[in-house]
């Protein structure tokens, strides 16, 4: 119990690290890139990207925050609910028991039992009735805080590792150039370990990744530059 | 059936909409918002503010379709591992049954019935396996494509709208003011519509959202004056 427990915290936390980081190096780092085409100064560069990870930081933080706060308000609510349904409509809720398992080939004898025995225990069939009729799980409580910091800070560390080339450099150009080695180094180690931990195949997800993030940033450089062009 | 499909089609189109329109709204205007306060050309923020939009839409938009396209060979190599189990693992899937609703209280004599009679039908019982001991549902195959394109229309949509403010001002301060106005707007509207399709309560998520993405764009813009004072 405490082992699966661990493991489920532990999976969590990957989770949101994973999610801040490859957003952190990705959005940062292709505005930065499309930047460099279109202005002559580090600084615009840096002050934009830090704009950016602290605007991505609070929206994806505060907002993983709110999320896990709404989830479990709304797994209270259904608990509540499903509490007043085995309650007061006791028929249909057996009834229900019964269809799940009829779906899967079971037959009348067989629903009507389960039905009776996981009726004796109301707290049992109502959790019952929670994972399986609703599919929901119990969100730990702490979820939501843990969440928003793993994901702020993951977007944090993500998003500066790009920007660090812009303060070494002289000209935006010669930036990008730094910038663009950097990251393409992070988002294969990133997309490596990512897949790694998931159980997905490693070089290709390695690949899959540091192609989004270089596609990403293309693309933003070709449309900075083609909108700067018009514009001036 | 085909009721609960359109059901499903929609709420996960609503989903995708929502993840990309919230962020598309927050961030842009967040940025834009934090370069107002440092540069003093319009031409710059509606600059970067692009190259983020792009930037956002193909990485929420790719990385979508990615993790859809993940999503479904996980889901395709774990039914292919339970085929194999329920053939060549017999009498530990039927014990794994057995768990599952001694769990829940079900006696002996009940977990034999449901577990010998759900081996009956090799295809019902593998797919009750990955619904109720693994909670892997079939991923529609069309949902990663839907998603991607859902995503980031609906991040470039939502990014559009604060930036417009600076194609019809002349200084970033104009801009930003107009802008703030627009987006808190849309923030507000949009908080109120998604809370009023997830089932949450409307002003309250209303609030809550368009409190994100004024907190976001504050944070973006103090930070953003802070570092341009320091560098300059």
Known sequence: MTHTENHLKSSEFITDMVIGMSDGLTVPFALAAGLSGAVSSNTIVITAGIAE???GCIAMGLGGYLAGK???EHYQSELKREYDEVDNLYEREIQEVKDIFAEY???DTGQTMIASQLAKDKTKWVN???KYELGLEEPNPNRARNSALTIGLAYLVGGLL????YFFTSTPHQGLFLSAMITTTCLFVFGYLKSKV????????AFKVTAIGLIAAAAAYFVAVGFDRIFH
């Open 53 to 55: 990870i602290v605007a």
């Open 70 to 72: 709404t989830e479990q």
């Open 105 to 107: 080939g079971i037959d």
């Open 128 to 130: 019952f009735m929670m």
């Open 162 to 165: 790009p920007l660090l080339a």
């Open 198 to 205: 998931t159980g997905q195949p490693k070089l290709k997800g």
